[in-house]
């Protein structure tokens, strides 16, 4: 990574401070880029979840392990809660979706409030035996009684194929039929998943980000207050492939005695540690047994600490520091926060980091926890900041009602936020594609096969904020 003028800023810089500069290329098609990385993360794609209640649910953690990236459930998760999404998720197909399932005799009510809790758009009606007989979508139950019966507005044509059926023949099996939808049965006939035909072809541009038995992986998040070892224990003992320690301020003492303890019970998988923002905080965490390092501090959508305290650094500068230290000493650096449009992700892996880490930009996808709810302007899903007094009384449940309230007087973070569900993108598999064609995109435009050569090559120059509104399309025109 150089600048244009030969040396670097003085002062830091953000990701909207930024621009790439365009090299000689013989990079001829965006297929060509290998976006995989090498931080123990096995993801195929550089994207994480971050691990927020109103984002990293199972229904996401599957999804975007499907498509190589990563998902951390987050720490204020009970063990059992915890251990039932990773099951859930390591039981899943690497191609098949899992849809939401009804029965004949369920109601309308029902197939309306599940239909939106996948992108596909349908839900599959079963027998008792759990074989397809139907499937019911959004427009089928438009004006109909709410209190009638699934059995009444179900559509029994369907295409029903082998699970195992090659995904290519799945989307010829399609063809331009109206649902767009194959139901996929195993060899006794009962419902194994839905693939539509856009997943047929994500199937040949995505590697699954899957563990060395073949199933997805998915990470879990741990705090640094109680039992930090037994927790991590149990979390890897249900088959949790990575751990992040997880605290507002990293770079403390309490953060590096308890990520040493857990370093040291040898649990076998890759801890990421943070968040910090600066060289000393990424080495003592590195000391400390981390092998990935969470950079960011208050450039998140949900996070006020910056306005509230004053604490933190613009993005770029954090992340380029801290990765430029880390990967002296052999470990890698997440950028974690900030990131609102393609651009800035492919910023924050010019600038050295092996992942980018995405929360809000997900929480308004049909894939996440919330219900889809309507205002005035529009479908929207409820989200918050996990240092909020929302979160913070999650995480406090098991305190007394004094400390509960003590703790409540203290926020640095949004309860609630309307995130809009984007009609053009609404899940999450849409906005991985929206990502991954813009960081492919920069990647010829800067002569580079892989994310390594991306940050060995890249040319970045600094603009104005004249120079960033340049850059905006404009769809009405002039």
Known sequence: MRFIE???????????????????????????????????SGTTIPLVVANMTAVAGKRMAETVARR?????????????????????????????????????????????ALIPKRSHGVAVVVDDDGRPVGVVTEKRCRDVDRFARVREVLDPDIVTLPVDTPPREVFDA??????????????????????????????????????????LRIAAAVGINGDVVGKASALVAAGADLLVMDTAHGHQEKMLTALKSVADAGLGVPIA????????????????????????????????????????????????????????????VWADGGVRHPRDVALALAAGASNVMVGSWFAGTHESPGDLLEDEHGTYKVSFGMASKRAVAARSSGDSPYDR????????????????????????EDLID??????????????????????????LGIQSPAGFAEGRPLPGGW
Not at 8 to 27: A, C, E, G, K, M
Not at 84 to 97: E, P
Not at 192 to 215: F, K, S, T
């Open 68 to 112: 190589g990236g990563l998902v951390v459930l987050p720490q204020d998760l009970p063990i059992e809660a915890a251990a039932a999404s990773i099951a859930f998720v390591k039981s899943r197909h690497l191609v098949a979706d899992t849809p939401v399932t009804l029965t004949p005799s369920d109601s309308v009510t029902d197939a309306v």
């Open 6 to 40: 030969g040396h670097r800023p003085t002062h830091d810089l953000t990701y909207d401070d930024v621009f790439i500069v365009p090299n000689r290329s013989d990079v001829s098609s965006r297929f060509d880029v290998d976006l995989s990385t090498s931080d123990g």
């Open 273 to 332: 540690a943070g968040n910090v923002v600066s060289a000393e905080g990424t080495l003592d965490l590195i000391a400390a047994g981390a092998s990935i390092i969470k950079v960011g501090v208050g450039p998140g959508a949900m996070c006020t600490t910056r306005m509230m305290t004053g604490v933190g650094r613009p993005q770029f500068s954090a992340v380029a520091e801290c990765a430029g230290v880390a990967a002296g000493h052999g470990a890698s």
């Open 174 to 215: 399609l063809g331009d039929l109206h649902l767009g939808v194959a139901v996929l049965v195993d060899a006794d006939g009962r419902l194994a998943g839905v693939l539509n035909r856009v997943g047929a072809l994500r199937h040949a541009i995505y590697e699954p980000n899957v563990d060395d038995a073949g199933a």
């Open 405 to 428: 309230a003590r703790k409540s007087l203290f926020e640095e973070g949004i309860s609630t936020s309307r995130i809009r569900l984007d009609h053009d993108r609404p899940g999450v």
């Open 434 to 459: 929206h990502i991954c064609s813009g960081i492919r995109s920069t990647a010829t435009y800067t002569g580079s096969r892989s994310l390594r050569e991306l940050h060995d090559k890249v040319v």
